[in-house]
C-alpha cells in the first residue's frame, strides 16, 4: 500500500517513523514548502502537494500540516483519486470548513480518518479493556490532570513547536481536544460541559491552564484539569503528559507519568498492575505507529475505522461548547 505525506515539521517524524515501521506499506513521497526537510525525510521529496500525487500515485495521503492546509490538502486528494485520506488536529480552521470537507469526502467515497492518536495510547485501550470488563464495577468518574511542565516564562514552547505562543486559543483547541475525543472513547458522548479557562503565562496569546467538567448518561462524569505550567512525576513528561484516575463502585485505576496502568480493589490499599511502564517506541505509547497500522488493517480487511470525520465533527462541537462555556461561565449542552 502507498502512502504519502504532506508536512515535514515537528511532529511529522513520528508518522515517517511509524510508517516505515508498518508491514506492507511504501512510503512513496514526502511533501513540505521547505524542499530540505521533505528531503530530510529520506522519502522521495516534492514541494507541490500536486506534482507528488500525480508522480507518486499513493493510495493513503497523511497529512501532517497546520489547519490552514487541510481543507485544500482534501480536496486535491479526493480529485486525484486516493484510496484514504489521514488528517492531523485540530482538523479544518473552523467546524464549518471541517464539515465541507467531510462531506466532499464522503460523496466521493473516500474515507477521511482524523489523526487524533491519543485514544490509542496503549494505557487507555488497556483501561477500556478494565472499564468494559467490569473490573472496577459501576464507572463513575475520570480525571485527567495534564501537568506538561513546558509553559513556564518568555521561551515556553519556543524549543519545540513555537507557534504554540502565538495561538490565540491553545489549551482546548491543540492540547485538550486530545482529552475529549478520549473520554468519548471511554464513556460515550458528553451531553454538557462546564469550562473555566484562563492563561497563565503572559508571554503566549492563548490560554494554557482550567478546569472541564463533562456531564455523561447515567449521571457520569469526567474532569480535565489541564496547567501546562506545572509537571508531574516522570522521567519523560511527554510520555503520558499527566495522570489520571478511572474510578468506579469495585475499584480505582490510576494513570502514572511512566504510562502504568494500576488497579486497586475497592476498600483495599495494594494495587495490582494492569499495565506495567516500558519504554514505548514512538510517541505517547507508539500511538502514532497504533492508528496508522489500525487504517491500513482496515483498508485491507474492510473493518470500521475510528474517527472518521463524519464522527469526529462531535468532537470539534464539543470544543466549541467548551469555549462558549468559559465565555458565558455557564454549564453548556452539547
Not at 497529512?63 to 486525484?80: C, D, G, N, Q, Y
Not at 489500525?294 to 474492510?302: E, T
Request: proline content about 4%; aromatic content about 10%.
Amino acid at each position: 500500500m502507498k502512502v504519502a505525506c504532506l508536512g515535514a515539521g515537528y511532529f511529522a517524524q513520528f508518522h515517517y517513523d511509524a510508517w516505515r515501521r508498518i508491514d506492507g506499506v511504501d512510503l512513496v513521497g514526502a511533501c513540505d514548502r521547505d524542499p530540505s526537510k521533505a528531503d530530510a525525510t529520506g522519502a522521495t521529496a516534492f514541494s507541490d502537494l500536486g506534482a507528488m500525487l500525480d508522480t507518486a500515485k499513493p493510495d493513503i495521503l497523511d497529512i501532517i500540516t497546520p489547519p490552514s492546509s487541510h481543507a485544500e490538502a482534501i480536496a486535491r486528494a479526493v480529485k486525484a483519486g486516493v484510496k484514504a485520506i489521514i488528517c492531523q488536529k485540530p482538523f479544518c480552521t473552523s467546524l464549518e470548513e471541517a464539515r465541507t470537507s467531510t462531506r466532499l469526502t464522503a460523496s466521493a467515497g473516500i474515507p477521511l480518518i482524523i489523526h487524533e492518536n491519543f485514544r490509542f495510547q496503549p494505557w487507555y485501550r488497556a483501561a477500556k479493556e478494565v472499564l468494559d470488563q467490569g473490573r472496577i464495577g459501576t464507572p463513575h468518574q475520570l480525571t485527567f490532570r495534564l501537568r506538561t511542565g513546558d509553559g513556564q516564562g518568555p521561551q515556553a514552547y519556543l524549543d519545540r513547536q513555537p507557534y504554540f505562543q502565538t495561538m490565540p486559543r491553545l489549551l482546548v483547541h491543540e492540547t485538550g481536544v486530545h482529552w475529549v475525543d478520549t473520554f468519548r472513547y471511554l464513556f460515550g458522548r458528553p451531553t454538557a460541559v462546564y469550562a473555566d479557562l484562563r492563561r497563565l503565562n503572559p508571554a503566549i496569546s492563548g490560554e494554557d491552564a482550567g478546569h472541564i467538567l463533562f456531564d455523561f448518561h447515567g449521571g457520569r462524569r469526567a474532569l480535565f484539569d489541564g496547567n501546562r505550567l506545572l509537571d508531574h512525576a516522570a522521567q519523560n513528561q511527554r510520555t503520558t503528559l499527566g495522570e489520571g484516575l478511572f474510578e468506579g463502585t469495585e475499584g480505582t485505576l490510576t494513570l502514572t507519568g511512566d504510562g502504568g496502568l494500576h488497579l486497586r480493589r475497592f476498600g483495599a490499599i495494594d494495587a495490582e498492575t494492569v499495565l506495567a511502564p516500558k519504554k514505548w517506541a514512538g510517541f505517547g505509547g507508539d500511538c502514532v505507529f497504533a492508528l496508522q497500522k489500525h487504517v491500513v488493517d482496515a483498508l485491507q480487511l474492510g473493518t470500521p475505522f475510528e474517527n472518521e470525520a463524519a464522527d469526529y465533527l462531535f468532537v470539534l462541537e464539543v470544543e466549541a461548547a467548551i469555549y462558549r462555556s468559559a465565555e458565558i461561565k455557564a454549564r453548556v449542552e452539547v
